[in-house]
């Protein structure tokens, strides 16, 4: 009997090569993330910023090939579904979009996995201290190590969409916005930004759906509070109410 199940990774190549054969793919993947990031943020924004940056790469293609950028976004979505992956990541590398010149290397998935399952040896004391857990990932790439570590609460019998809250920033735009639709579709409450993490230089900022949709604004506030009293001395905590109003 015929196998039928469907090579995800090679479908999504697939299309990615044909969508616009005028363009580099470089560029077609970049269009492909814009379209993709700012679909999912605009509900939660209701910018018009974020609005003309949707409607000024869309201009850029047909309704088919919209439609080609929408089936890849499933694919996407199916690939996390199936196993939490670096999917993006792997696409990433597997077209040869990055740049070494730059010293730009991504973690191999299963390094990210062992580095995560190494930091979840205390998980359980510190959740039952602080309700959830923070992560900062200062150059996060396509998210590769989040999403590894989310995997490992999951495998300890944590839910992460509720016990974890991430701040990730990348300096390249791919990156960032790689980061963001792969946290966003494995529902990671999480603060990302397009920035240099040692000049603290942003340029922008995302917040995924899971992060509003479980009050992490109002749990990040008690959180400060918590430590203050803790520790007896102030807390800085970015106010963020800007930061969300772009």
Do not use: W
């Not at 492909?32 to 939660?44: D, H, K, N, V």
């Not at 910018?47 to 850029?60: D, R």
């Not at 949709?213 to 990040?220: A, C, D, H, K, V």
């Amino acid at each position: 009997m015929k196998d039928r199940r469907v090579n995800v990774p090679k479908e999504f190549n697939r299309l990615l090569h044909e969508v616009d054969t005028s363009k580099s793919v470089s560029e077609v993947f970049n269009d492909f993330l814009t379209l993709s990031i700012y679909s999912i943020a605009q509900p939660f924004y209701r910018s018009q910023i974020i609005e003309e940056k949707y409607l000024n790469t869309a201009k850029k293609y047909s309704r088919k090939q919209l439609d080609y950028f929408a089936a890849m976004n499933a694919y996407t979505l199916i690939s996390l579904d199936m196993g939490m992956t670096d999917f993006l990541g792997e696409i990433f590398k597997m077209n040869g979009l990055g740049d070494h010149r730059k010293g730009q290397f991504f973690t191999p998935y299963h390094v990210s996995k062992l580095m995560g399952r190494l930091q979840c040896i205390n998980l359980k004391v510190d959740i039952e201290n602080k309700d959830f857990i923070t992560m900062c990932e200062p150059c996060c790439g396509s998210g590769g190590m989040v999403i590894a570590f989310a995997e490992c609460m999951k495998e300890e019998g944590f839910n992460f969409q509720q016990k974890l809250y991430v701040e990730a920033m990348d300096i390249e735009e791919i990156c960032f916005k790689m980061a963001y639709l792969q946290l966003s579709l494995l529902g990671i409450a999480a603060q990302v930004q397009l920035g240099n993490s040692l000049t603290l230089e942003v340029k922008e900022t995302l917040y995924t759906p899971m992060f509003f949709i479980n009050g992490f604004y109002r749990r990040l506030k008690e959180f400060k509070e918590i430590d203050e009293v803790q520790s007896g001395e102030p807390v800085q905590l970015r106010l963020i109410d800007e930061e969300i109003r772009i």
